[in-house]
C-alpha cells in the first residue's frame, strides 16, 4: 500500500481556487469508484499558499492509471486548464505504508472489550458490596434499620437534654428555686445522657466503618 501526496505552492491569493479543483477530482474518482483524495492547506511550518492532495492506491501502477483516466476526462481537462496560472512549484511524494493505524471497526471492538472488562470490575465490585453488606447485616444488622433506630435515639436524647437544660435553668440554678438542692445531681444527669449517646453514635459508627462498607451518609 502507497501513498502519493501532491504538494503545491500557490501563488498568492490562489489557494482556494487550487482547492476547488482538486475537488472536482475527488469527485471524478469517486464516481470512478476509487477512494477520494484528502485535501490539506498549510497552518504553519512551510511556505505560505501550500496545497496538499493525498491519495492512496495499492500499487503505484494504480495511480499512474488512474491519472491517465483522469487526464482523458473532458470536464477536467477544462477544469484544469488554468493549473499552470495557479501553481508556482511543486513535488510529488511517495511513501510505503508500513502499519496501519486501527479501523473504526477495530477500535470499536477494543472500545467494547473495555467496556466489558469495566463491566466485569463493575460486577465483581457490586458482588463484593454484597458479601461485605452481608456480613455487615449478620454483625450489626440491616443498615437501613440501624440508621432510622439510631436516628430515632438521637432524637428522643435531645428532647431528653433540652427538657433537662430547661429543669436546669428555670428550677435548679437559682437559689430558692423549688429543685435548686439537687442541681448538681441534674447538671450531672444531663451530661451523663450527653456523653452516653455521643459513645452510642461513635461505636455504631465505627461498626459500620470496621466492614469497609460505604451506603452513603446515615439519614439521621
Known amino acids: 500500500m502507497y501513498v502519493i501526496r501532491e504538494v503545491l505552492n500557490c501563488k498568492p491569493g490562489k489557494v482556494r481556487q487550487m482547492v476547488e479543483e482538486f475537488r472536482q477530482i475527488s469527485l471524478a474518482l469517486k464516481e470512478m469508484g476509487h ?7 498549510d497552518v504553519t511550518g512551510g511556505p505560505y499558499w501550500t496545497v496538499g492532495a493525498v491519495a492512496q492506491v495499492e500499487k503505484i501502477d494504480d495511480f499512474f492509471a488512474m491519472e491517465q483516466i483522469l487526464a482523458a476526462n473532458e470536464m477536467l481537462r477544462k ?24 479501523s473504526s471497526c477495530e477500535r470499536a471492538k477494543g472500545g467494547c472489550d ?19 453488606r452481608t456480613d455487615l447485616v449478620h454483625h450489626v ?8 433506630s439510631l436516628a430515632t435515639y438521637i432524637m428522643l436524647t435531645g428532647i431528653a437534654i433540652l427538657l433537662l437544660f430547661v429543669v436546669v435553668g428555670f428550677f435548679a440554678i437559682d437559689d430558692g428555686e423549688p429543685l435548686h438542692p439537687w442541681a448538681g445531681l ?27 462498607l460505604w451506603y452513603g451518609p446515615l439519614k439521621l
Open 35 to 41: 477512494e477520494p483524495m484528502r485535501l490539506l492547506t
Open 79 to 102: 477544469t484544469m486548464a488554468d493549473y499552470h496560472d495557479l501553481v508556482a512549484s511543486g513535488r510529488r511524494e511517495i511513501y510505503r505504508i508500513e502499519s496501519e493505524r486501527p
Open 114 to 132: 473495555a467496556r466489558a472488562r469495566m463491566d466485569a470490575h463493575a460486577n465483581e465490585h457490586s458482588r463484593t458490596r454484597g458479601h461485605h
Open 141 to 148: 444488622g440491616d443498615p437501613a434499620r440501624v440508621a432510622s
Open 186 to 212: 441534674l447538671q450531672r444527669v444531663l451530661c451523663a445522657v450527653w456523653f452516653w449517646c455521643l459513645i452510642v453514635l461513635a461505636r455504631r459508627l465505627r461498626t459500620v466503618n470496621g466492614h469497609n
